[in-house]
C-alpha cells in the first residue's frame, strides 16, 4: 500500500538507465522519438541511488508488449508502453532473457519487485485499460492477441468516453466481455508480480461502469493495492469525483500542480493557493476546496511528469529568461520547499532532482544524464546547480520523514496575501510551520504571524506552542524564534525563498 509517509520517483523505463545494452534492438541513441535502451536490470543498478535521495515508491511507466513504431509522421517507437499489443506479456526491451523464463513473462517483472522490496521501496505499475497501440501491421499480424475486433468503440469523435484519444483505437469498457478481460488481467499482474499499486491511465476516458467491476473484483479482494487514478482535469470538483464515486485512494492532483506554476513561477498571488478564510463569501483558493475530497491528504502532488507540454525547470526559464539560472534554481527550491511541506504525496519525475529541462513531447522525456553522478551517488562538483537542487531536495526528504506532521497532520492557513503564504502542519505535538516568500525582493520589515488570535488554530495546538515556547528553522538551525519573548512569530525572508520551523521541545 501507497502510505502518505511515502515519496514516489517516476521514470520513464526507457529513459532512465540502460543497464543491459543487449535488449537495445531497434533503437536509435540521441533520437528521442525511438527507444533508448533503460530497461529493468538499469532500475536495480540504481537501486542504491534511489535510497540515497530517500525515494520509497517508485512508479514505472507500462511494461506491455508494445506495437512498436506509431506508424505516425513522427515514426515513434512504443517505448513509453502505452501503445499494447499484448497486455499479458513483458516488453522485451525491458529485461534481459533468461533460458529458465518463457519470453515475455511475468516474472522478469516479479524479479525488479522482488529487488525494490528488498532495499524497502514499493513499486507502482502504471497500467492502461483504455486503448490498445495502433492498428499498424504489427498489431494486425500478431498472433497472441485475446482483444477481439468486436470490443472498441467507433464513430464517437468528440466523445470523451467511447471517442479515441491521439488516435488510439478505444476500448468499450462497458462491454462485459471487455471488462471480464481487464479485471482478470489486472488480478494476475498484481498476484503474479507482488506489485504495491497501480497508476491507472486515462480514467475519465474509461467507461463508468468498469470502476464498479473494479471496485468488487480487485479492490474487494487486493484491498492493499492502492489505485492512484490520472485525469488530467485542473477542476477540483472533476477530479474528487474518482475518490467520491469509484473507490479510487487518490489522484494526480493537477488543480495544485496548475495554481503552483501559476503562483510560484507566473507570479499570481498566493491568495491562489489559499485565503485568510475572513468570510464566508470570498472566493476559495485551491486548498480551501480540499473538502471536495473524500481525503485530500492522500493526493498525489506534483511539479511535473512526462505527459505536461514542459519540465517544470524549462517552464521556470521560459518564463524569466535561460540567461539567468541562478533565479530559476532559486524558483525551483521554492517549489520544492511547498511541494513537501504542504499536505499529500510527493511525487518526483526522474531528474526533477537536479532541474533536469525539457521543452514540448519527446523532449520533456529526456534520458537521464547518469554521467552527472559521481561514486558517492550525488551530482559531482562541477554540476553547481544541479548540486543544489538535489541537496535541498534530499533535505526535504529527510524532514518529511522525520516530521509526522508533514504526512499526517492538518494543514492551518496563518496568513495570506500578494506574496506571502504562511501555513502550519500539526500531527499529535508535531508542528511544522512553513512562511513563504514568493516576491522577487527581500522583506523589509519582519511579518508578525498571531498564533493566539487565528481561529483556525484549535486551542490545544496553542497551549502546546506556549508550553514549548521555540520554534527553530529546520533548513538553518542558527535561525530560532523565541515566542515567548515575540508571543507571535516575527520572520523576515528574502524574495523566493522559504523557512520551515518546528516546535521544539
Request: with cysteine.
Amino acid at each position: 500500500m501507497i502510505s502518505q509517509s511515502d515519496v514516489i520517483y517516476f521514470v520513464v523505463t526507457d529513459r532512465f538507465c540502460d543497464g543491459d545494452r543487449e535488449n537495445n534492438v531497434g533503437g536509435v541513441e540521441g533520437d528521442l522519438f525511438k527507444y533508448q535502451g533503460g530497461d529493468f536490470r538499469g532500475i536495480v543498478e540504481k537501486i542504491p541511488y534511489l535510497k540515497n535521495l530517500g525515494v520509497t515508491a517508485l512508479w514505472i511507466t507500462p511494461v506491455y508488449l508494445s506495437v512498436g513504431r506509431c506508424g505516425g509522421s513522427d515514426g515513434s517507437d512504443g517505448y513509453h508502453g502505452y501503445w499494447a499489443l499484448d497486455f499479458d506479456k513483458i516488453d522485451p526491451h525491458l529485461y534481459s532473457s533468461r533460458p529458465d523464463l518463457v519470453e515475455g513473462s511475468r516474472m522478469y517483472l516479479k524479479q525488479l519487485v522482488d529487488e525494490l522490496h528488498k532495499s524497502g521501496i514499493k513499486v507502482i505499475l502504471d497500467m492502461v485499460v483504455n486503448h490498445t497501440g495502433y492498428h499498424n501491421d504489427t498489431y494486425m499480424s500478431y498472433p497472441g492477441k485475446k482483444i477481439q475486433e468486436d470490443w472498441f468503440n467507433s464513430g464517437a469523435e468528440g466523445d470523451v468516453v467511447k471517442g479515441s484519444l491521439c488516435g488510439l483505437p478505444d476500448l468499450n469498457l462497458g462491454k462485459v466481455d471487455v471488462v471480464d478481460y481487464f479485471v482478470n488481467n489486472i488480478l494476475e499482474w498484481i498476484e503474479q508480480t507482488g506489485i504495491d499499486g497501480i497508476r491507472m491511465d486515462t480514467v475519465k476516458h474509461v467507461e463508468r461502469a468498469f470502476w464498479y467491476f473494479f471496485k468488487s473484483y480487485i479492490r474487494g479482494r487486493y484491498k492493499n493495492i492502492t489505485l492512484i487514478g490520472e485525469d488530467l482535469e485542473y477542476d477540483v470538483y472533476s477530479i474528487s469525483q474518482y475518490q467520491k464515486d469509484h473507490d479510487f485512494d487518490t489522484l494526480f492532483d493537477f488543480p495544485l500542480c496548475s495554481v503552483i506554476k501559476e503562483v510560484f513561477i507566473r507570479n499570481g498571488s498566493m491568495t491562489l493557493i489559499a485565503k485568510p478564510r475572513l468570510n464566508e463569501g470570498e472566493v476559495k483558493g485551491v486548498l480551501d476546496q480540499d473538502r471536495c475530497y473524500t481525503n485530500a491528504n492522500r493526493l498525489v502532488t506534483l511539479l511535473d511528469n512526462h505527459d505536461l507540454d514542459r519540465r517544470f525547470m524549462t517552464e521556470i526559464l521560459d518564463f524569466y529568461g535561460h540567461w539567468d539560472r541562478d533565479l530559476a534554481v532559486k524558483v525551483f527550491k521554492l517549489c520544492l520547499s511547498f511541494l513537501f511541506t504542504t499536505r499529500g504525496i510527493p511525487q518526483i519525475y526522474y531528474g526533477s532532482e537536479i532541474g533536469l529541462e525539457g521543452g514540448r513531447d519527446p523532449d520533456n522525456r529526456r534520458s537521464m544524464p547518469q554521467e552527472l553522478f559521481g561514486v558517492d551517488l550525488e551530482p559531482r562538483e562541477q554540476y553547481g546547480n544541479e548540486k543544489e537542487i538535489f541537496s535541498h531536495l534530499k533535505k526535504l526528504i529527510t524532514l518529511r520523514k522525520t516530521n509526522s506532521a508533514l504526512t499526517e497532520g492538518y494543514l492551518f492557513t496563518l496568513f495570506s496575501d500578494q506574496f506571502v503564504y504562511a501555513f502550519m502542519r500539526e500531527f499529535k505535538g508535531n508542528i511544522i510551520v512553513t512562511v513563504i516568500n514568493n516576491g522577487l525582493d527581500d522583506m523589509l520589515y519582519p511579518l508578525e504571524i498571531h498564533v493566539e488570535k487565528n481561529s483556525n488554530i484549535p486551542v490545544r495546538i496553542k497551549k502546546e506552542m506556549k508550553s514549548r515556547q521555540v520554534l527553530v528553522n529546520l533548513l538553518d538551525s542558527g535561525d530560532k524564534i523565541d515566542l515567548s519573548m515575540q508571543g507571535s512569530l516575527s520572520v523576515l525572508l528574502e524574495g523566493k525563498s522559504a523557512k520551515i520551523y518546528s516546535l521544539i521541545e
